[in-house]
Protein backbone atom coordinates (compact mmCIF):
# COMPACT_ATOMS: atom_id res chain seq x y z
CA UNK A 1 0.00 0.00 0.00
CA UNK A 2 1.41 3.55 -0.66
CA UNK A 3 0.06 6.69 0.24
CA UNK A 4 1.35 9.75 -1.29
CA UNK A 5 0.90 13.28 0.59
CA UNK A 6 -1.38 16.22 -1.37
CA UNK A 7 2.31 18.02 -2.46
CA UNK A 8 3.43 15.12 -3.88
CA UNK A 9 0.03 14.74 -5.69
CA UNK A 10 0.19 17.85 -6.95
CA UNK A 11 3.16 17.67 -8.17
CA UNK A 12 2.48 14.19 -9.91
CA UNK A 13 -0.55 15.89 -11.62
CA UNK A 14 1.42 18.74 -12.66
CA UNK A 15 3.70 16.50 -15.00
CA UNK A 16 0.70 14.32 -16.17
CA UNK A 17 -0.81 18.01 -17.39
CA UNK A 18 2.39 18.76 -19.57
CA UNK A 19 4.20 22.12 -19.34
CA UNK A 20 3.42 25.52 -20.54
CA UNK A 21 4.08 26.30 -24.43
CA UNK A 22 6.73 28.65 -23.27
CA UNK A 23 9.10 26.60 -21.33
CA UNK A 24 10.49 30.22 -20.00
CA UNK A 25 7.66 31.36 -18.60
CA UNK A 26 7.53 31.81 -15.36
CA UNK A 27 4.08 30.34 -13.09
CA UNK A 28 2.04 32.85 -12.10
CA UNK A 29 2.77 34.56 -8.52
CA UNK A 30 -0.18 33.47 -6.00
CA UNK A 31 -1.40 37.42 -4.97
CA UNK A 32 -3.71 37.74 -2.16
CA UNK A 33 -6.88 39.69 -2.81
CA UNK A 34 -6.95 43.35 -1.47
CA UNK A 35 -9.19 43.29 1.15
CA UNK A 36 -10.51 46.08 3.85
CA UNK A 37 -10.71 44.80 7.40
CA UNK A 38 -13.68 45.00 8.81
CA UNK A 39 -12.83 44.07 12.04
CA UNK A 40 -9.16 43.59 13.64
CA UNK A 41 -8.58 40.71 15.85
CA UNK A 42 -7.42 40.40 19.27
CA UNK A 43 -4.67 37.91 20.35
CA UNK A 44 -4.75 37.22 23.65
CA UNK A 45 -1.67 35.27 24.11
CA UNK A 46 0.88 32.91 22.30
CA UNK A 47 2.64 30.46 23.48
CA UNK A 48 4.91 27.59 22.08
CA UNK A 49 4.59 23.79 21.84
CA UNK A 50 8.18 22.75 20.84
CA UNK A 51 9.15 21.97 16.75
CA UNK A 52 5.53 22.04 15.88
CA UNK A 53 5.34 19.73 13.01
CA UNK A 54 7.65 21.02 10.59
CA UNK A 55 7.06 19.91 7.44
CA UNK A 56 5.60 16.58 8.08
CA UNK A 57 1.65 15.30 7.87
CA UNK A 58 0.99 14.92 11.67
CA UNK A 59 -2.44 16.20 12.73
CA UNK A 60 -2.17 17.66 15.72
CA UNK A 61 -5.56 19.61 16.46
CA UNK A 62 -5.34 20.98 20.08
CA UNK A 63 -8.11 20.01 21.99
CA UNK A 64 -9.59 22.10 24.94
CA UNK A 65 -11.54 21.02 28.17
CA UNK A 66 -13.11 23.82 30.79
CA UNK A 67 -10.34 26.35 30.84
CA UNK A 68 -7.56 23.98 29.69
CA UNK A 69 -6.00 23.93 26.09
CA UNK A 70 -4.14 20.81 25.18
CA UNK A 71 -1.72 20.87 22.75
CA UNK A 72 1.45 18.53 21.51
CA UNK A 73 4.16 18.63 18.78
CA UNK A 74 5.59 15.98 16.27
CA UNK A 75 9.08 15.36 18.66
CA UNK A 76 6.86 14.10 21.86
CA UNK A 77 5.73 16.94 24.00
CA UNK A 78 2.44 17.87 25.39
CA UNK A 79 1.19 20.32 27.42
CA UNK A 80 -1.69 21.74 29.11
CA UNK A 81 -2.53 25.99 28.80
CA UNK A 82 -4.00 27.55 30.62
CA UNK A 83 -7.40 28.89 28.19
CA UNK A 84 -7.40 32.70 30.15
CA UNK A 85 -3.26 33.01 30.21
CA UNK A 86 -1.37 31.11 28.54
CA UNK A 87 0.12 29.87 31.35
CA UNK A 88 1.96 26.06 31.54
CA UNK A 89 0.16 23.60 33.83
CA UNK A 90 1.57 20.99 32.91
CA UNK A 91 4.02 19.54 30.40
CA UNK A 92 5.25 15.88 29.37
CA UNK A 93 7.92 14.85 26.96
CA UNK A 94 6.43 11.13 26.34
CA UNK A 95 9.15 9.56 24.01
CA UNK A 96 9.80 6.41 24.79
CA UNK A 97 13.77 6.62 25.06
CA UNK A 98 14.49 10.50 26.42
CA UNK A 99 18.05 11.17 26.20
CA UNK A 100 19.48 12.34 29.56
CA UNK A 101 22.35 14.59 27.93
CA UNK A 102 21.72 16.76 24.95
CA UNK A 103 24.60 14.69 22.54
CA UNK A 104 22.82 11.18 23.17
CA UNK A 105 20.17 9.84 20.85
CA UNK A 106 16.31 10.33 21.44
CA UNK A 107 13.63 8.73 19.40
CA UNK A 108 11.41 10.61 17.87
CA UNK A 109 7.79 10.22 19.01
CA UNK A 110 6.58 11.36 15.56
CA UNK A 111 3.41 11.79 16.92
CA UNK A 112 0.76 12.63 14.46
CA UNK A 113 -3.22 11.53 15.46
CA UNK A 114 -4.84 13.93 18.36
CA UNK A 115 -5.78 14.96 20.48
CA UNK A 116 -8.41 13.57 22.52
CA UNK A 117 -9.69 14.62 25.41
CA UNK A 118 -11.83 11.85 27.19
CA UNK A 119 -12.56 9.74 30.22
CA UNK A 120 -10.34 12.47 32.25
CA UNK A 121 -7.26 11.40 29.73
CA UNK A 122 -5.74 13.21 26.94
CA UNK A 123 -5.26 10.63 24.10
CA UNK A 124 -2.72 10.89 21.15
CA UNK A 125 -1.07 8.53 18.10
CA UNK A 126 1.83 8.21 16.34
CA UNK A 127 3.50 6.99 13.26
CA UNK A 128 5.32 3.91 15.20
CA UNK A 129 1.83 2.40 15.62
CA UNK A 130 1.06 3.52 19.57
CA UNK A 131 -1.78 4.89 21.45
CA UNK A 132 -0.71 7.29 24.03
CA UNK A 133 -2.77 8.28 27.37
CA UNK A 134 -2.21 11.14 29.28
CA UNK A 135 -3.60 11.62 32.91
CA UNK A 136 -5.83 14.92 32.22
CA UNK A 137 -4.90 16.91 35.24
CA UNK A 138 -1.33 15.89 35.82
CA UNK A 139 0.29 14.96 32.40
CA UNK A 140 1.28 11.55 33.67
CA UNK A 141 1.35 8.60 31.50
CA UNK A 142 -1.54 6.24 31.92
CA UNK A 143 -0.69 4.19 29.56
CA UNK A 144 0.51 3.12 26.04
CA UNK A 145 -0.05 0.23 24.08
CA UNK A 146 1.39 -0.47 20.29
CA UNK A 147 -1.58 -1.01 17.68
CA UNK A 148 -1.59 -2.51 14.24
CA UNK A 149 -1.08 1.04 12.18
CA UNK A 150 -0.03 4.59 12.23
CA UNK A 151 -2.38 6.82 14.17
CA UNK A 152 -2.42 9.17 11.64
CA UNK A 153 -6.30 10.78 12.54
CA UNK A 154 -7.59 11.70 16.41
CA UNK A 155 -8.94 8.53 18.11
CA UNK A 156 -12.37 8.95 18.83
CA UNK A 157 -14.18 8.27 22.38
CA UNK A 158 -18.04 6.87 23.35
CA UNK A 159 -19.88 4.14 24.15
CA UNK A 160 -17.22 3.44 27.10
CA UNK A 161 -14.71 3.23 24.50
CA UNK A 162 -11.69 4.42 22.03
CA UNK A 163 -11.77 4.77 18.81
CA UNK A 164 -8.31 5.03 16.43
CA UNK A 165 -8.45 4.10 12.62
CA UNK A 166 -4.99 3.53 11.73
CA UNK A 167 -2.97 3.62 8.45
CA UNK A 168 -3.03 -0.05 7.84
CA UNK A 169 -6.50 0.02 7.36
CA UNK A 170 -8.16 -1.32 10.70
CA UNK A 171 -9.86 0.31 13.09
CA UNK A 172 -9.39 -0.63 16.77
CA UNK A 173 -11.47 -0.21 20.02
CA UNK A 174 -9.43 0.32 23.08
CA UNK A 175 -10.40 0.19 26.96
CA UNK A 176 -10.13 4.08 27.85
CA UNK A 177 -8.55 2.88 31.19
CA UNK A 178 -6.03 0.27 30.03
CA UNK A 179 -5.62 0.56 26.23
CA UNK A 180 -6.96 -3.53 26.18
CA UNK A 181 -8.03 -3.67 22.44
CA UNK A 182 -11.77 -5.17 22.38
CA UNK A 183 -12.23 -5.69 18.80
CA UNK A 184 -10.68 -4.73 15.25
CA UNK A 185 -12.14 -3.85 11.95
CA UNK A 186 -10.02 -4.22 8.27
CA UNK A 187 -10.88 -2.19 5.67
CA UNK A 188 -10.08 -3.21 2.11
CA UNK A 189 -7.61 -0.49 1.27
CA UNK A 190 -6.30 0.62 -2.38
CA UNK A 191 -2.55 0.19 -3.76
CA UNK A 192 -2.54 3.79 -3.69
CA UNK A 193 -3.94 6.65 -1.24
CA UNK A 194 -3.72 9.93 0.31
CA UNK A 195 -1.74 10.33 3.38
CA UNK A 196 -4.52 10.69 5.76
CA UNK A 197 -7.69 8.90 7.48
CA UNK A 198 -10.56 9.54 8.39
CA UNK A 199 -11.24 10.48 12.38
CA UNK A 200 -13.87 8.47 13.41
CA UNK A 201 -17.36 9.83 14.81
CA UNK A 202 -19.69 7.97 17.66
CA UNK A 203 -23.20 8.49 17.09
CA UNK A 204 -26.26 6.43 17.98
CA UNK A 205 -24.63 3.21 19.26
CA UNK A 206 -22.18 3.20 16.03
CA UNK A 207 -18.90 4.06 15.29
CA UNK A 208 -19.01 5.81 11.87
CA UNK A 209 -15.38 5.87 9.44
CA UNK A 210 -14.76 7.13 6.01
CA UNK A 211 -12.86 4.24 4.11
CA UNK A 212 -10.20 5.03 1.49
CA UNK A 213 -12.48 2.77 -0.83
CA UNK A 214 -15.29 5.92 -1.41
CA UNK A 215 -17.28 4.28 1.32
CA UNK A 216 -18.78 5.58 4.55
CA UNK A 217 -18.83 3.23 7.10
CA UNK A 218 -21.02 2.30 10.31
CA UNK A 219 -19.38 -0.18 12.95
CA UNK A 220 -21.66 -1.34 15.79
CA UNK A 221 -19.55 0.26 18.98
CA UNK A 222 -19.82 -2.33 21.00
CA UNK A 223 -18.65 -5.43 18.48
CA UNK A 224 -17.72 -3.66 15.98
CA UNK A 225 -19.60 -5.60 13.44
CA UNK A 226 -21.06 -3.58 10.37
CA UNK A 227 -24.42 -2.49 10.25
CA UNK A 228 -24.35 -0.61 6.99
CA UNK A 229 -21.74 1.34 4.13
CA UNK A 230 -22.63 3.72 1.58
CA UNK A 231 -20.73 4.78 -1.59
CA UNK A 232 -19.80 8.17 -1.30
CA UNK A 233 -17.51 7.79 -4.51
CA UNK A 234 -16.63 5.27 -6.89
CA UNK A 235 -13.12 4.82 -8.70
CA UNK A 236 -13.37 6.65 -12.15
CA UNK A 237 -10.13 6.89 -14.85
CA UNK A 238 -7.53 4.70 -15.87
CA UNK A 239 -4.83 6.49 -14.09
CA UNK A 240 -4.11 5.39 -10.24
CA UNK A 241 -4.37 8.97 -9.48
CA UNK A 242 -7.53 9.49 -11.34
CA UNK A 243 -8.67 6.07 -9.01
CA UNK A 244 -7.91 8.07 -5.83
CA UNK A 245 -11.20 8.36 -3.99
CA UNK A 246 -10.33 8.31 0.11
CA UNK A 247 -13.00 9.97 2.48
CA UNK A 248 -10.33 10.90 5.03
CA UNK A 249 -12.36 13.71 6.30
CA UNK A 250 -13.90 13.02 10.03
CA UNK A 251 -18.28 12.40 9.51
CA UNK A 252 -20.33 15.60 10.85
CA UNK A 253 -23.47 14.20 12.72
CA UNK A 254 -26.22 16.44 12.27
CA UNK A 255 -29.94 15.61 13.55
CA UNK A 256 -30.65 11.92 11.48
CA UNK A 257 -27.86 12.91 8.88
CA UNK A 258 -24.00 12.67 8.56
CA UNK A 259 -22.04 14.38 6.24
CA UNK A 260 -18.99 13.61 4.64
CA UNK A 261 -16.60 14.48 1.72
CA UNK A 262 -14.64 12.17 -0.69
CA UNK A 263 -11.52 12.97 -2.45
CA UNK A 264 -12.10 12.64 -7.03
CA UNK A 265 -16.25 12.21 -5.38
CA UNK A 266 -18.80 13.59 -3.72
CA UNK A 267 -20.08 15.53 -0.73
CA UNK A 268 -23.00 13.44 0.48
CA UNK A 269 -25.56 13.43 3.36
CA UNK A 270 -26.82 9.83 4.67
CA UNK A 271 -29.66 8.91 6.65
CA UNK A 272 -27.56 7.93 9.73
CA UNK A 273 -30.23 4.88 10.52
CA UNK A 274 -30.61 3.39 7.55
CA UNK A 275 -27.23 4.52 5.20
CA UNK A 276 -29.46 5.57 2.32
CA UNK A 277 -27.56 8.50 0.58
CA UNK A 278 -30.17 11.44 0.26
CA UNK A 279 -28.26 13.48 -1.41
CA UNK A 280 -24.60 13.68 -3.35
CA UNK A 281 -23.25 16.61 -4.81
CA UNK A 282 -19.95 16.78 -7.14
CA UNK A 283 -17.74 18.19 -4.38
CA UNK A 284 -13.73 17.05 -4.05
CA UNK A 285 -11.65 17.15 -0.92
CA UNK A 286 -9.88 16.05 1.49
CA UNK A 287 -9.66 18.87 4.08
CA UNK A 288 -11.77 18.75 7.01
CA UNK A 289 -15.86 19.84 6.94
CA UNK A 290 -17.76 22.17 9.19
CA UNK A 291 -21.74 22.66 9.48
CA UNK A 292 -24.11 25.08 11.24
CA UNK A 293 -27.77 25.30 11.85
CA UNK A 294 -28.41 25.93 7.99
CA UNK A 295 -25.13 24.93 6.10
CA UNK A 296 -22.56 23.10 5.43
CA UNK A 297 -19.27 24.47 4.87
CA UNK A 298 -16.01 23.41 2.83
CA UNK A 299 -12.84 23.96 0.82
CA UNK A 300 -12.39 21.42 -2.41
CA UNK A 301 -9.02 20.20 -3.71
CA UNK A 302 -8.60 23.17 -5.40
CA UNK A 303 -9.40 25.72 -2.49
CA UNK A 304 -12.43 26.92 -3.11
CA UNK A 305 -14.61 27.87 -0.89
CA UNK A 306 -18.66 26.76 -0.28
CA UNK A 307 -21.60 27.26 1.19
CA UNK A 308 -24.67 24.70 0.48
CA UNK A 309 -27.75 24.07 2.03
CA UNK A 310 -27.82 21.53 4.93
CA UNK A 311 -30.85 19.93 3.62
CA UNK A 312 -30.96 20.36 -0.17
CA UNK A 313 -27.21 20.41 -1.04
CA UNK A 314 -28.15 23.26 -3.13
CA UNK A 315 -24.90 25.54 -3.24
CA UNK A 316 -25.68 29.03 -1.43
CA UNK A 317 -22.23 30.62 -2.81
CA UNK A 318 -18.63 30.15 -3.83
CA UNK A 319 -15.17 32.00 -2.84
CA UNK A 320 -12.50 31.16 -5.39
CA UNK A 321 -10.08 33.89 -3.49
CA UNK A 322 -8.00 31.73 -2.09
CA UNK A 323 -7.51 28.70 -4.54
CA UNK A 324 -3.78 27.79 -4.52
CA UNK A 325 -3.05 28.89 -0.94
CA UNK A 326 -3.49 25.06 0.64
CA UNK A 327 -6.05 26.22 3.16
CA UNK A 328 -7.17 24.18 6.14
CA UNK A 329 -10.66 23.45 6.33
CA UNK A 330 -13.19 26.19 7.59
CA UNK A 331 -14.14 26.84 11.49
CA UNK A 332 -17.49 28.52 12.41
CA UNK A 333 -17.20 30.96 14.82
CA UNK A 334 -20.44 33.46 14.95
CA UNK A 335 -21.17 34.96 12.08
CA UNK A 336 -17.65 34.27 10.04
CA UNK A 337 -15.93 31.58 9.19
CA UNK A 338 -11.95 30.94 9.73
CA UNK A 339 -9.17 29.64 7.78
CA UNK A 340 -5.86 29.72 7.80
CA UNK A 341 -3.31 29.44 4.87
CA UNK A 342 0.31 27.79 4.25
CA UNK A 343 2.04 31.17 4.47
CA UNK A 344 0.12 32.21 8.03
CA UNK A 345 -2.41 34.14 7.08
CA UNK A 346 -5.89 33.53 8.87
CA UNK A 347 -8.94 34.71 6.93
CA UNK A 348 -12.26 35.90 8.09
CA UNK A 349 -15.28 35.10 5.64
CA UNK A 350 -18.75 36.14 6.49
CA UNK A 351 -20.48 32.77 6.79
CA UNK A 352 -23.62 34.14 4.76
CA UNK A 353 -22.24 35.86 1.74
CA UNK A 354 -18.80 34.30 1.95
CA UNK A 355 -16.97 37.27 1.28
CA UNK A 356 -13.44 37.96 2.85
CA UNK A 357 -14.06 40.68 5.70
CA UNK A 358 -10.99 40.17 7.49
CA UNK A 359 -7.33 38.97 7.35
CA UNK A 360 -4.33 38.86 10.15
CA UNK A 361 -0.78 37.62 9.17
CA UNK A 362 0.99 35.24 11.82
CA UNK A 363 4.96 35.14 11.60
CA UNK A 364 4.78 31.54 10.92
CA UNK A 365 5.56 28.79 8.62
CA UNK A 366 2.01 28.43 8.04
CA UNK A 367 -1.13 26.97 9.40
CA UNK A 368 -2.43 23.38 8.76
CA UNK A 369 -5.27 21.98 10.82
CA UNK A 370 -8.01 23.93 11.44
CA UNK A 371 -8.62 26.43 14.58
CA UNK A 372 -10.50 24.98 17.24
CA UNK A 373 -13.29 26.90 19.31
CA UNK A 374 -13.88 27.76 22.88
CA UNK A 375 -17.13 29.73 23.48
CA UNK A 376 -16.01 32.84 22.14
CA UNK A 377 -12.51 32.08 21.80
CA UNK A 378 -10.47 30.79 18.49
CA UNK A 379 -7.09 27.94 19.24
CA UNK A 380 -4.85 28.31 15.95
CA UNK A 381 -1.51 26.14 15.82
CA UNK A 382 1.21 26.58 13.12
CA UNK A 383 3.65 24.23 11.59
CA UNK A 384 6.58 25.64 13.86
CA UNK A 385 4.55 25.54 17.02
CA UNK A 386 3.38 28.78 17.73
CA UNK A 387 -0.35 28.44 20.21
CA UNK A 388 -2.23 31.47 20.00
CA UNK A 389 -5.87 31.90 21.20
CA UNK A 390 -7.81 34.79 20.25
CA UNK A 391 -10.67 36.90 20.66
CA UNK A 392 -13.64 36.54 18.00
CA UNK A 393 -15.33 40.08 17.40
Same mark, same amino acid.
Not at 68 to 94: C, F, H, M, P
Not at 228 to 252: H, M, N
Not at 310 to 315: D, L
Given at each position: MKKITMATLALCMASLMGCSSNDDEEPDELVLPVIVNQFETKVLWQESVGDGVGHYYSKLSPTVYK??????????????? =?????????????????? /????? +??DNAKLSGGLLQAFGKIYVGSEHGEIIALDRETGEIVWRKNVPGEALSSPAAGDGLIFANLGSGQLVALHPDTG???WKYEQEVPALTLRGMSAPVVANGGVLVGEETGKLTVL??? =?????????????????? /????? +??????????SMVYTLAYNGNLAAVDIRSGNVVFKREYSGYREIATDGQNIYLVDSS????????????????????????????????NNLVLGDNEGNLHWLDKASGDLVSREEFDSSGFYVEAVTAGNKLVITTRDGEVSVIEAP
Open positions: ETVYVADRNGKVKAL =SLETGDVIWQKDVRANVA /FWPWE +DSEQRISE =SGFSAWKADIAVPKGSSE /FERLV +DVDVQPIVSGGGIFALDKNSGIERWSQPALVGWHLTGPTVIG
